[in-house]
């Protein structure tokens, strides 16, 4: 195990991350490098500390100790542009979070526009692309509050890689929905799988992880407990929380 | 005598060691020149007829008090009248200066003549030995003193006598509160102290006071303004009111003060201005509600304007100050936090009453910078509106789902333009009625600010009623035109703010 060299060729790397609430230690120290276009899901009881690995990824979260390294750039560095870092990670969040005040095309065209990145026409060409790569070319002009919760995290997912971002990071992203709309969701994300994107994916949906994933990591109070290929985790589980884990949810 | 709350009393004793100061500084530096440095001159001895040529064509900045009917008051048209300014302005024009009169409070013109920021004062102000020691006076120009009315028609008590058993009032802190307790147990009445003129007035028409002792010329005016009383005693001795200046300065208008009051009691101008003011009317009988609505409305407008200019003003910097203090409330820093918390503690943990009275009355006696009623009655109300504007817009931003910010951040969006785009928006729309709300708050304390002497619509109302004593219809009509205001305004809103915020 090389704990503490950084893989300079992973587009993350994460090097003794720990997390505190206060005094709560919710992450232990976590060692994880992500190579570029790989798929890792993780997966792990409620209250592991998924999520809160997940923002540490794009530091929403403050880090407590370890580094978090993206693209070659340090986040715990005082000195890096967290914005700029943060351009090329896209998040999508359990609860959608679309902006309510906005249409689903300003939703998407409001980074690339506030940051420069393209004039108007061109941000509205390109969210009309994206809208069209998720099916939801037709609702460029409704409000989020009109949408299914399937359409409102596919045009979650368009806004996230509005900027181009080289990495996607998911969150539970259909746990908030229906089940007759996951699959659409889980569509978007394994079309982008397909095309190469490098990709955190946190979920419940172990049938999905299993098709989709590279590599699985299954987080247990704060640790990585134990980590492989789908095949490995899914049907030759060494330890006795995964497998404890899932003979619940299978 | 006029009344001298405690406020005005403790003043003395700063006003003497202000004035000391103030003589020292002036001595080191030379500031008031000779005049300043020679001896007042004795106020007197000037014979009738006399022009005192050195203030020819000179214009004095002249202070006054905001109300102290029959001396200074606004007339139905907003204009500056009563016996000082009439005597003030026929002074001038017989001795060929000009006055810039400044109605500023009895408090703040005191301290604006302290200061030499005015020339002199004229405010219905008694000669009193302490005062001497820091102003040189007139020759007398007034001789007040205490009398006792009845109602109109009230046939029993004829003089003091009469009273045995019964209640009576006066002005709390004045001269008469002063005879009346002197003579009470002589007599067997009890003593009712109250505010202000016109409240005391009411309470004898009511019948809960059967008397009352007021200074005489207040008590005169309202006779001949059909107040509803009668005089039945004569005058008691009492004090006599002079024209101010400071002590060692402007000694030529003092002199030309003297030789024009002169000037005019010789020539029975005098007599006239007082009988203006004075004499029993012509036993006119009042006029109707609707011609009340139409006399005073030239005046009730110019208060509604300055309540609306001073809610425009005070909310605009409330805005500000609860923008600025919403975002410290919800930002990281626990300075900033702090800074705001504290700020927004002490403007809602104090009454606004006291804000306005520490504004207009303390803070000049700290600073030595006198302030007038209108930034006084703004910071007052823009402070303490900005207090409740830093909760609204704290409750606003906070009541925005976090998600929001961390979807905007995940972006790259920077903070300030996640606040501008995202959050701020969406929380201005939960603010809106808040601020509407906030907004008729705001309205309605500005009639707080009538104790302060700031003329606005309440304050008219006072006045109007102070001068013609129709209390309740007078409140009526200011009532109804707040209440106009109000709704128009909130409907206002309202259709704006479901314009704006679908
Ligand atoms: N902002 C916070 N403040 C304090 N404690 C927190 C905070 N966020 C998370 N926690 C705690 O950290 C621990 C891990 O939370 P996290 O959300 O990372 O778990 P998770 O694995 O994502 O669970 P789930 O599957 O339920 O989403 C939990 O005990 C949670 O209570
Ligand atoms: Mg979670």
Redesign the interface.
């Known amino acids: 195990m090389s704990a503490t060299a950084t893989d300079k060729s992973a587009k993350i790397s994460v090097r003794g991350l720990k997390k505190s609430f206060g005094s709560n230690e919710v992450l232990k120290g976590l060692d994880v490098d992500v190579a570029e276009g790989e798929v890792v899901c993780v997966i792990g009881p409620s209250g592991s500390g998924k999520s809160t690995f997940l923002r540490c990824l ?1 530091k ?1 979260e403050d880090i407590t100790a370890g580094t978090v390294t993206v693209n070659g750039f340090d986040l715990t560095d005082a000195k890096v542009d967290l ?9 999508v ?1 359990q ?1 959608f ?5 906005m249409s689903v095309i300003q939703n998407i065209m ?2 690339p526009v ?2 420069k990145k393209l004039d108007k026409a061109g941000a509205r060409e390109k969210a009309m692309e994206l809208l069209r790569r998720v099916g939801l070319a037709e609702k460029a002009d409704a409000r989020p509050a009109s949408l299914s919760g399937g359409q409102k995290q596919r045009v ?1 997912i368009a ?2 890689l ?2 181009n971002p080289g990495i996607m990071l998911f969150d539970e992203a259909t746990s908030a929905l229906d089940p007759e709309m996951v699959g659409e969701v889980l569509q978007v994300i394994r079309d982008l799988a397909a095309e190469g994107m490098t990709m955190v994916v946190v979920t419940h949906e172990m049938g999905f992880a299993r098709e989709v994933a590279d590599r699985v990591i299954f987080m247990d109070a704060g640790y990585i407990c134990e980590e492989g290929t789908p095949e490995a985790i899914f049907s030759n589980a060494q330890q006795p929380r995964l497998q404890e884990f899932l003979a619940k949810v299978l | 005598m006029r009344k001298l709350p405690p406020i005005r009393r403790r003043r003395g004793g700063s006003f003497a060691a202000l004035a000391a100061f103030f003589t020292v500084v002036i001595m080191f530096f030379g500031m008031g020149g000779a005049t300043a440095l020679s001896m007042p001159a004795p106020a007197s001895a000037v014979s009738a007829g006399v022009q005192a040529a050195d203030v020819n064509g000179k214009t004095f900045a002249i202070a006054t008090d905001t109300t102290f009917a029959p001396f200074e008051f606004r007339d139905g048209s907003g204009e500056l009248v009563g016996i000082d300014m009439d005597l003030i302005r026929a002074i001038a024009k017989d001795q060929g200066f000009e006055v810039d009169i400044k109605s500023l409070g009895f408090d703040a013109a005191l301290q604006a003549l302290q200061s030499n920021q005015v020339a002199g004062v004229i405010a219905g102000m008694s000669i009193t030995d302490e005062r001497k020691k820091i102003f040189d006076f007139s020759a007398p120009y007034f001789d007040s003193g205490v009398q006792m009315a009845v109602a109109k028609n009230d046939q029993d008590i004829k003089s003091y006598e009469g009273l045995t058993g019964k209640t009576v009032t006066a002005k709390r802190g004045s001269e008469g509160e002063t005879f009346a307790n002197s003579i009470k147990d002589q007599y067997g009445f009890k003593v009712k102290a109250l505010a202000d003129s016109a409240t005391m007035y009411d309470d004898v028409k009511a019948g809960n006071s059967v008397a009352v002792f007021d200074d005489y010329p207040v008590l005169a005016y309202g006779v001949s303004q059909n107040n509803g009383l009668k005089i039945v005693t004569e005058k008691e001795q009492g004090s006599s009111y002079g024209f101010a200046v400071n002590k060692g300065a402007n000694a030529d208008l003092l002199t030309a003060f003297d030789a024009g009051l002169a000037n005019l009691k010789a020539n029975g101008e005098y007599d006239k201005i007082l009988d203006k003011y004075l004499a029993k009317a012509e036993s006119t009988e009042q006029g109707g509600f609707f011609e009340l609505v139409k006399d005073s409305f030239p005046a009730l407008m110019k208060g509604l304007w300055l309540t609306i200019v001073a809610t425009v003003l005070s909310l605009a910097v409330a805005l500000v100050l609860g923008v600025l203090f919403g975002f410290f409330k919800v930002s990281e820093s626990k300075i900033l936090r702090g800074v705001a918390t504290t700020y927004v503690a002490i403007f809602r943990g104090t009454p606004l009453l006291v804000q306005a009275f520490f504004f207009y009355f303390g803070l000049p006696q700290m600073t030595g910078q006198p302030i007038d009623v209108l930034t006084a009655g703004v910071l007052t109300l823009s402070l303490n509106a900005g207090a409740y504007m830093t909760e609204i817009v704290r409750g606003g931003i906070q009541s925005v ?1 976090p ?2 910010l ?9 903070y300030v ?1 996640s606040m501008r ?2 959050v701020v ?2 929380a201005i ?1 939960i603010m809106t009625p808040s601020f509407i709300n906030q907004f008729v708050i705001t309205l309605k304390d500005t009639s707080l600010l009538a104790v302060i002497g700031f003329a606005e619509l309440t304050y008219q109302g006072q006045q109007i009623y102070a001068s013609n004593f129709r209390t309740g219809e007078t409140l009526l009509i200011v009532a109804a035109l707040y209440f106009i205001v109000i709704t128009a305004l909130t409907q206002l809103s309202n259709v704006l703010d479901r314009k704006f915020n679908k």
Do not use: W, Y
């Open positions: 794009n929403l914005n700029t870092v943060r351009q090329n990670i896209g998040m969040f609860h979070n679309l902006f309510p005040h409001l980074a506030e940051l979650a806004r996230a509005a900027m | 789902d998600g929001q961390e979807a905007s951040r995940s972006l790259g969006l920077s333009t785009r995202v928006p969406q729309k």
